[in-house]
């Protein structure tokens, strides 16, 4: 179960319920903080956060040193961004410079984040209207001129959802920047010649902007007709504070599932005390949680953003030229639903 | 028909068997499928015309359920949504359907004049081998073939052809014109086996004289199609029509893996809307998802019984 | 049938054998080349395709991601790989197996004993039956009795489980095969089973002893036809299961990009021909008598 996903409608469905009863208290304080918030719809949590994927941006060395760029240093805000992928196609380093998921909670939320997070309306929807959501959608924009034609497709698997353009042309080596969860570039790049050519760093700011992202958990849900709950909560524990699950995550090279600690004491441990199997990624998905901040749980988590993203891809394939108003437009078709399907 | 049925009866009455004991023989052989056919396609499609004409939401576990008449169907016919859902299929089909029956029709006429049975058996098998792959797996080869990035059509096109560049390349499931021909391509080469078959089926009982008598009436090839082996392969064409028809406006699982929920896409077709309203969208309006899928059904009845009035007509 | 092939078989030959001077060109068989090169054509883009997987599944990883169609190393543990690293894969492949079989056998006899009580029992009230079925063809039952199949399901507490799934596929093809074995019956003589009764054969000893070894055809053609929908389903199974372990193997193949990274494409191909090859041998150890079963009148529905 993902929240921003699926909780509210399993939750009002009567199929699930909190595991506040079973959960130690200890766990439950261990939570990092914005995970916690995450997991819990009024006050009680439903969620026991398991695998973990933060969106973040990575890039090819080997395609940025081509085009005469410092391969190790992430680009600071978006504009460094946009000239760096410019860079790249203009010296030929690659075909594209570079390339997002078009799926809003994969790109169009997170770069929002980067610039502000107080991007939601009262009942908790995604504001498509905000300055923040503009400024990204017009960023969004000028990605797309420097990235793969095909990058507004659908993906071919799970309802569109999955195996996205953006993918097939990060592990084709096509492009160089790529903003998406970490899972992505890692599994991508897992199938390079060699895979040690991706770097991954933090989502480009924007001048005096949050510098946030977007992070979701999947984790288990505690079913109400389900037996033997203290034994589920017991297995649960042991499985989220077990370091060989994340080692095999971290450095089970293309099996690697993206499933990291969602405990304070965790990171804290492994930041005193580095094991020789960690990676440098790890370290900087866990340093992006406490300011990043999960899409807002509620019954249109998903679905706003299958029902926006016509309208403001009505801007990004140039059919309106006034990103104000493609935003408006995706607002409103939201509105519109939420009356009618309640 | 009737005049079997008459004869059977006849031949039942001298038999020993009594009425009673003939209903109930008779219809504990037609149990099994009746349990099955009952419980899982009629009570469904009747229960769904239930739930259409009620507010039912299954999300909204607290609140009664009310009878509504024919409120969700008025709404539909005011939905956008539904009517392009329509159309949208109706394109589909449109595509698919000559592709699905005429491909095969000539590829069956040219197998059936292979005179080498060996090499006719060869043909055969190996026309049928996509039938006896399963559909998700036909998909997942296919948008494999399709991949704009790593595809081998693309490959062909691109790098061996020359003829696009990789800015410019078909994107072949992602482009709003180039997806239901793409999907098209898809069906016919995983149909094309099965339905040469029927057509086989159907040629083998063409006596081969007509042919011979038309040769020394010296009637070439094209004549001897048109004027001997179409007349009698039509009503073959026909009942794959109208089941194709209903195949292709029905389509959801092609639309499901490969499209998704973007509703400008053309893949987002009435059968769609349907499942993200009925287990996706807000509070699962189940009753107006019921009413869609039910005017979807008409609107596909409607034609199919058109289609057999046109059949009927020509006999 | 065989009474059709013979001429056919020997119309060419007296052509061939029409005594020609030995010294005349013969005519360039041009319909036949062209004949025999268009069905090349067709059974080339039929066969590349699937040897493409095939080379798919052998590729190394960085192979895969380019498009050239050579690899330039090959790899072939990705099979290997696969069933180690997907952990739910063994159970979504026996899961597929449960439920196909169990759909394959239920259907079949439902079917061979509906075709039977059709056409040999005279059984009264069959029309209404008959115009039932017929009529569920023509109808989108699959797509429009989804949310009340869903809600059944959820009633009987089989939402989520594999076995649960049988029930609705059961019935999948069920109209269809019992049109085939009804077409199939038909072909037995009437004559028949009136000369078997007369001698006290009961209905049961009579579709058992009698009939049976005489519709063998077309119990393969229910057989398969019945494997194929239920192996390959993908709407029921997707709407009415929840959890990748009890899920059926199309459905996690088609879904098998969900940010796992066990699934790169070459690890995919190699799942895939796993999944295909069982229906295609077994297509091909039963094929002799699946044509015949279509010939003999399963298509005529």
Redesign the interface.
């Known amino acids: 179960m993902t929240p921003f996903v699926e909780m509210q ?1 399993l939750i ?3 199929v699930i319920e909190p595991w506040d009863d079973y959960m130690p208290q200890e766990v439950k304080d261990d939570l990092i903080p914005s995970i916690k918030e995450e997991a819990m719809f009024d006050g009680k949590i439903y969620n026991w956060p398991f695998l973990l ?1 933060v969106v973040i941006q990575g890039w090819n060395k080997e395609i940025v040193e081509k085009a005469g760029l410092d391969p190790t240093k992430p680009p600071a805000n978006w504009d460094e961004y946009l000239a760096n992928a410019r860079k790249v196609v203009e010296s030929g380093a690659a ?1 594209f410079g570079c390339t997002f998921d078009a799926h809003g909670w994969r790109s169009l939320v997170p770069i929002t984040h980067s610039i502000s997070t107080d991007v939601y309306t009262e009942e908790g929807l995604f504001d498509f209207t905000s300055d923040a959501a503009v400024q990204a959608l017009e960023i969004m924009k000028q990605m797309m001129e420097l990235a ?3 990058v ?12 996205t ?1 953006d ?3 990060f ?4 492009v160089a920047y790529y903003v998406k969860y970490q ?2 570039h ?3 790049a ?4 060699d895979p040690s050519q991706l770097q991954l760093a933090a989502l480009p700011q924007a001048e005096g902007g949050a510098g946030a992202t977007v992070f979701w958990n999947t984790g288990a849900a505690l079913f109400t007709y389900g037996q033997n709950k203290e034994l589920a909560a017991e297995y649960m524990k042991a499985l989220t504070y077990s370091e060989d699950v994340f080692k095999e995550s971290i450095a ?7 499933q990291l600690p969602v405990y304070t004491s965790m990171w804290e441990k492994w930041k005193q005390n580095r094991l020789e199997w960690m990676a440098d990624w790890a370290f900087l998905v866990g340093d992006q949680l406490p300011m990043s901040k999960a899409i807002r749980t509620t ?2 988590g998903v ?1 706003q953003f ?2 926006g ?2 309208h403001w ?1 009505k801007y990004l394939k140039g059919e309106e030229s006034d990103p104000r108003k493609a935003m408006q437009a995706a607002m409103d078709a939201v509105m519109a ?2 009356q ?3 | 028909m009737a005049r079997v049925a008459t004869r059977s009866q006849r031949a039942t009455a001298a038999d020993a068997w009594s009425l009673a004991g003939r209903l109930v023989t008779s219809w504990a052989f037609l149990l099994p499928t009746l349990i099955f056919f009952l419980g899982w396609q009629l009570y469904p499609v009747i229960r769904v015309l239930w739930l259409s004409f009620t507010d039912y939401h299954y999300l909204r576990t607290d609140a009664p359920v009310h009878w509504v008449w024919f409120q969700n169907y008025a709404d539909a016919f005011r939905d956008p949504l539904v009517w392009r859902g329509l159309l949208r299929a109706a394109l589909f089909t449109a595509l698919f359907l000559p592709g699905m029956i005429f491909i095969p029709m000539v590829v069956a006429v040219l197998v059936d004049r292979v005179r080498n049975p060996k090499l006719a058996t060869i043909y055969r098998v190996i026309l049928l081998i996509p039938s006896m792959i399963p559909g998700p797996l036909i998909f997942v080869l296919w948008k494999w073939l399709y991949s704009y990035n790593i595809g081998p059509i693309n490959y062909l096109l691109v790098d061996v052809l020359g003829l696009f560049t990789l800015r410019n390349a078909p994107r072949w499931l992602g482009d709003p014109t180039l997806v239901f021909p793409s999907l098209a391509v898809m069906e016919w080469w995983w149909g094309l086996g099965y339905h040469t078959m029927f057509f086989l089926a159907g040629l083998a009982t063409i006596p081969r004289e007509l042919y011979d008598a038309a040769r020394v009436d010296g009637a070439n090839e094209w004549r001897i199609f048109w004027h001997i082996t179409f007349p009698r392969l039509q009503p073959i064409l026909l009942v794959l029509v109208v089941l194709r028809f209903g195949t292709a406006m029905a389509v959801i699982d092609e639309y499901l893996i490969m499209g998704g929920f973007n509703r400008a896409l053309p893949t987002y077709t009435w059968t769609v809307y349907m499942w993200d309203l009925g287990f996706q969208l807000g509070d699962w309006n189940q009753s107006y998802a019921a009413a869609v899928g039910w005017i979807g059904a008409l609107a596909m009845l409607i034609v199919v019984a058109g289609l057999f009035w046109l059949f009927r007509s020509r006999d | 049938m065989a009474t059709h092939v013979k001429p056919r078989e020997d119309a060419p030959r007296l052509e061939r054998s029409t005594p020609a001077a030995p010294r005349a060109r013969r005519p360039v068989p041009w319909s036949a080349i062209v004949r025999h090169a268009v069905l090349i054509l067709f059974s080339l883009a039929i066969i590349l395709p699937l040897v493409w997987v095939l080379i798919l599944s052998v590729k190394s990883l960085p192979d895969a991601y380019t498009n050239r169609i050579w690899p330039q190393h090959f790899d072939f543990s990705h099979y290997g790989y696969a069933l180690q690293h997907i952990p739910t894969l063994p159970r979504n492949i026996l899961n597929s197996v449960i439920v196909t079989t169990a759909t394959v056998v239920i259907t079949t006899i439902a079917a061979v004993l509906a075709g039977y009580a059709l056409v040999h029992l005279s059984t009264p009230g069959r029309a209404v039956v008959l115009g039932l079925l017929v009529a569920s063809m023509f109808f989108p039952t699959r797509v429009t009795a989804l949310i009340a199949i869903w809600e059944i399901q959820k009633n009987l507490d089989l939402l989520n489980t594999t076995w649960g799934l049988i029930f609705p596929y059961a019935t999948l093809s069920l109209a269809l095969s019992v049109f085939i074995m009804r077409g199939i019956f038909e072909t037995i003589p009437r004559e028949l089973a009136d000369a078997a009764r007369i001698d006290g054969a009961n209905a049961w000893t009579m579709l058992w002893r009698v009939m049976l070894p005489l519709v063998r055809n077309g119990i393969v053609v229910v057989i398969i036809v019945n494997f194929v929908t239920a192996w390959g389903e993908y709407l029921l199974a997707t709407t009415l299961t929840n959890d990748q372990e009890v899920r059926t193997l199309p459905v996690v193949l088609a879904s098998a990009s969900g940010g796992m990274g066990a699934w790169a494409w070459p690890r995919i191909a190699a799942v895939y021909v796993m999944a295909i090859t069982p229906g295609l041998v077994a297509f091909a150890i039963a094929q002799r008598w699946y044509m015949r079963g279509l010939q003999e009148g399963a298509l005529k529905t």
């Open positions: 409608a009002e469905a009567g994927d075909p793969n034609p095909n507004l497709d659908p993906g071919t698997s799970d309802g569109g959802v999955n195996d353009p993918e097939g042309a592990a084709a080596q096509q899972n992505a890692i599994r991508m897992a199938t390079w010649p089970g090279g293309t099996a690697a599932s993206g019954k249109y679905t299958n029902l993203q016509p891809e639903e939420v009618k399907s309640g």
